[in-house]
């Protein structure tokens, strides 16, 4: 089950480097996969995560289909310097308190590596469905935490895909930065 889950995960983050409507898809049957290996592995932040990239790849499959008001679909754009402050306040206040939270109550492994890839990836998804082009540097600061703690619960496929999407995510990056340059 990990390497389907592995293989449909590259698929859909190369798909969205491309900018494709088919990676949403992919990734709403990721999601669903890794929702069942985590849970056995005790990573239960990333149970809820897996629940909630559900409702988010729907949502962003959603938003990349639908026309904006000017009869266009949406561009890709840049966070404002609230936002991104917001950002960066947010993380680690929520990510703390999940992770405090989680480590007290339940017998989940690396409760605040756990709980950061939760609160990081959430805010991540929900950024590369509007296509905010930080996505991507957000997602390989989730890749790196995510490396590790994969590959301290002895899941050294998913470690290794992090280490894959942590590569495609730089691609992304680059990719869009183009396509943003040339926007505007």
């Not at 590259?10 to 999601?31: A, C």
């Not at 947010?90 to 109550?105: E, K, L, Q």
């Not at 950024?127 to 957000?138: D, G």
Request: charged fraction near 10%.
């Amino acid at each position: 089950m990990e390497w389907v889950a592995a293989i449909s995960g590259l698929i859909n983050v190369y798909l969205l480097t491309k900018e494709t409507i088919w990676s949403w898809p992919f990734g709403v049957f990721n999601v669903v996969l890794y929702g069942f290996i985590f849970y056995h592995s005790k990573l239960y932040s990333d149970v809820i995560l897996q629940t909630f990239f559900t409702i988010l790849n729907i949502y962003g499959w959603y938003k990349w289909t639908t026309k904006t008001t000017e009869n266009h679909v949406l561009k890709i754009t840049r966070m404002n310097g609230r936002q991104i402050w917001m950002t960066m306040l947010i993380i680690p206040i929520v990510f703390s308190a999940w992770g405090y939270f989680i480590g007290n109550t339940t017998d989940a492994a690396y409760p605040y590596a756990d709980s950061f890839i939760l609160i990081s990836s959430l805010i991540a998804q929900y950024l590369i469905a509007i296509k905010k082009i930080e996505n991507w540097i957000l997602w390989i600061l989730v890749d790196l935490v995510a490396i590790t703690v994969y590959f301290l619960k002895n899941l050294y496929v998913t470690s290794a895909l992090y280490g894959v999407y942590m590569m495609l995510c730089v691609m992304g990056f680059v990719e869009w930065k183009k396509k943003l340059i040339s926007i505007q």
